[in-house]
């Protein structure tokens, strides 16, 4: 039975790089489908989650974050950013508790209220668990100031679970009524290969620093199914995947000495693909060096931007 007042819709999650937007996504979709990272703007694709609940269906689109431009990729993915804004019908603005709201978020709500002046912001302030109650408070109280006394503010904590369907709920209330767009148990309607890029692309950037994060893009070639399994062994895909890096001495980082790191990074993004798909899976990864791909129209296009 489909609940009276059922209401859908799409949200995206926008805020200044680490202020845990993925987590959040993770939290209400209950599912790795979103890339984490402690490190800024690794959020590349459009990647949709689903939230199901009695009364609502939120999908989730996961934005990059926006960031001034200044690559042809960058340009793009502004432009991505700008359309999902328009299209969806509420934008929660994440704010950490524990960090002074800042020139890089006024920037950013400016950019909202200019390209989608009529979708409304709803300030979620973030990581309360990291922060006393005072400071969650006062938090709630600068965020009301900046996007106006009408807005719903919520304090959420993804890593808690604290207040995450007081979330929903107040996001499900900024959606239109009517049924739900997806059926039951469907979380992302991304490709398959566009996740195991993402898993894999998350894994050989683990504990890497700054620079690589842009530098990086993975580009699944072939799926196979392994011929020959009995039934007792189960299916098992075989994934070959290349990782395109800027410059040689970036491929040495990625595959570390004597390839070390590169055997970590298969067998960390081999866990995570297996998880997602629930069968067996070899991967086979290959470093290359395609320079300055960021720049070149014909690569971006390659590379599925
Ligand atoms: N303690 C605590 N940490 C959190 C919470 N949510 C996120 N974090 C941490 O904050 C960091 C950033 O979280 P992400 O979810 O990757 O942030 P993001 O906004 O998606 O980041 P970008 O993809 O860079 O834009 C990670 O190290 C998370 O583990 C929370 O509720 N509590």
Known sequence: MTHPDFRSGFVCFVGRPNTGKSTLTNALVGSKIAITSSRPQTTRHTIRGIVHRDHAQLILVDTPGLHRPRTLLGQRLNDLVRDTYSEVDAIGMCFPADEKIGPGDRWILEQLRHVAPKTPVIGIVTKIDK???????????????????????????????????????????????GPAFYPDGELTDEPEETLMAELIREAALEGLGDELPHSLAVVIEEIVEREGRTEKQGPMLDVHAFLYVERPSQKGIVIGKGGARLREVGTAARTQIEKLLGVKVYLDLHVKVAKDWQRDPKQLGRLGF
Do not use: F, R, Y
């Open 131 to 177: 922060v006393g109650k005072q400071q969650v408070a006062a938090q709630l109280m600068a965020v009301s100031k900046l996007l106006g006394d009408n807005s719903d503010v919520v304090p959420v904590s993804a890593t808690s679970g604290e207040q995450v369907e007081v979330l929903v709920d107040v996001l499900a209330s900024h959606m239109e009524p």
